[in-house]
């Protein structure tokens, strides 16, 4: 209703100021200021109805539209009056939002019976989401939250691959959960000492056992890659100098035998890695724990016929399914 008030006032103005042009007994300069003056007026009440009109928007950007309305009806008088009036009218017809319905019906995708749930963590997708910087801050913060209930040997490289990330937010999360897990880590060990050194001489029972969880500890610390550098350095010495305190005393344990095995393998130790691994073998310790370890020492050796032969023999086991590829490869190089 006021847009139609204005734009009555405005015509009416145009209306006055061409008819006082006639009606005016004087110069030519005072019918000039009549029309000029009325006109300007016309105008800016033209502009103010028509701008009404269109859709909202920034009130800077109403401002300039309203000044641009007013100088195109007072710089061309009759065109420029009628053009903004009728181009206003058009797009308030045509650019008017339309209605659509509440809900929209869609139809069902066709169910696929041969589709089985994937159960296995892809953790290379779950890389390349997290180093994704066109993902939202928001959806990667919440996958590597979810990283806390995953296997520390898993999520440990994800995180150490985001220290370097350009979001600030995403690093500190990483630093904050690399840091809580090796003080988990740490702060166990700590309680193990303490146990330790609280036992009696004699209890050599219980001192083997708190022995022994001190070596899967500082094990985890490596295992885990939660260790790094001379860190890394010193929990594997800690891990092997527990790990055969327990051997000593207990020889026939298998377990422990491969752990010393993998131990002087990562110290670069392979022969004494290879007589851990045939210890463990000969003790009982199932046959696909071993092999693989043995297939990349013999790789590390450049011994590459030990190592196919050792990766056929895991090609007779089905139950190795991450291997599955490093042993077709080597299977059909043959």
Not at 239 to 259: E, F, G, K, M, T
Request: charged letters at 20%.
């Amino acid at each position: 209703m006021a847009s139609l008030k204005l734009g009555l006032s405005a015509l009416l103005l145009e209306i006055g100021a061409w008819s006082g042009v006639l009606l005016i007994d004087g110069g030519a300069d005072q019918r000039l200021a009549w029309y000029l003056l009325v006109h300007l007026g016309a105008s800016l009440l033209l502009a103010a109805a028509t701008a009404a009109l269109l859709p909202a928007g920034p009130p800077r950007q109403r401002l300039r539209l309203l000044l641009l309305m007013a100088a195109c009806c007072y710089g061309v008088p009759i065109a420029g009056f009628v053009g903004v009036a009728v181009g206003t009218l058009l797009l308030r017809v045509y650019r008017s939002p339309q209605a659509r319905p509440a809900f929209e019906s869609l139809q069902l995708p066709a169910f696929d019976p041969h589709q089985r749930p994937q159960a296995g963590f892809r953790q290379s997708g779950l890389r390349s989401f997290l180093g994704n910087s066109a993902v939202p801050i928001n959806a990667r913060i919440g996958a590597m939250t979810a990283l806390q209930y995953v296997s520390g040997r898993v999520s440990t490289p994800l995180l150490r691959d985001v220290l370097s990330d350009p979001s600030e937010d995403i690093r500190l999360l990483a630093y904050g959960m690399l840091d809580n897990q090796e003080k988990r880590i740490n702060r166990a060990i700590d309680e193990e000492l303490k146990a330790l050194a609280e036992l009696p001489a004699g209890d050599s029972r219980a001192r083997l056992d708190v022995t022994q969880r001190l070596s899967d500890l500082y094990w985890e610390l490596v295992y885990q890659e939660l260790a790094q550098g001379d860190l890394r350095d010193y929990a594997i010495a800690e891990s092997r100098r527990y790990c055969q305190i327990v051997l000593a005393a207990a020889p026939d344990n298998a377990a422990l035998q491969l752990r010393l095995g993998r131990l002087l393998h990562e110290t670069g130790d392979l022969d004494g890695a290879d007589r851990a691994y045939r210890r463990a073998l000969e003790l009982g310790l199932p046959a696909t724990r071993v092999l693989p370890y043995q297939a990349e020492l013999g790789f590390e050796r450049r011994d590459f016929a030990t190592t196919a032969r050792l990766m056929n023999e895991l090609a007779n086991w089905a139950s190795l399914p991450r291997l599955r590829p490093v042993i077709d490869y080597w299977t059909n190089a043959r």
